[in-house]
């Protein structure tokens, strides 16, 4: 009984603290427009294969997954605080896209940190390297959408 009035306290004064700071919301555009801006600077490195190109990509994309990493911290921690961790489609697929979206990044950074070269290859490993800039582009916007429709619910025309 005890235990369970002093994780109450704790759960009550996260949530004080969590709706004074918002972290969520605010760090969960960093990782967003990084990935997004990543695989337009991947498309503009495929007109103009220049290694300005490619070292901007990677390092935008280094950005987006550090990001990204970072805003599913504050992300459970909402998920705990407002929705005491309920397991609805919208959250499943926000949780599985987001892992996936993280350890796709950690695999691009690791192939372009073994060979930075690698970019300007037509080899398996620089098809794996572009494909996840690009993928992740996408997870993004996945995941984004969803966390809208947690925002902003159901949309209903007047």
Do not use: C
Not at 22 to 27: A, G, I, R, T
Not at 67 to 74: C, D, E, N, V
Not at 136 to 144: E, G, L, R
């Amino acid at each position: 009984m005890a235990l369970d009035k002093l994780q109450e306290d704790n759960k009550k004064q996260w949530k004080e603290w969590y709706r004074k700071y918002h972290p969520h919301p605010m760090l969960v555009h960093f990782p967003i427009a990084f990935h997004l801006f990543a695989g337009g600077l991947d498309l503009i490195f495929f007109m103009y294969p220049k290694e300005s190109f490619a070292t901007a990509v990677f390092y935008t994309f280094f950005a987006a997954t550090v990001t990204g990493g970072l805003a599913m911290i504050p992300g459970i921690m909402s998920w705990w605080i407002n929705y005491k961790l309920a397991f609805t489609y919208i959250f499943i697929i926000k949780l599985l896209l987001s892992l996936i979206t993280l350890l796709l990044g950690i695999v691009g950074i690791l192939i372009y940190i073994d060979d930075p070269d690698i970019v300007f290859t037509q080899s398996f490993p620089s098809i794996v390297y572009h494909s996840i800039i690009l993928l992740t582009s996408f997870t993004v916007i996945i995941v984004a959408y969803y966390g809208a429709k947690l925002t902003w619910g159901k949309v209903r025309s007047s």
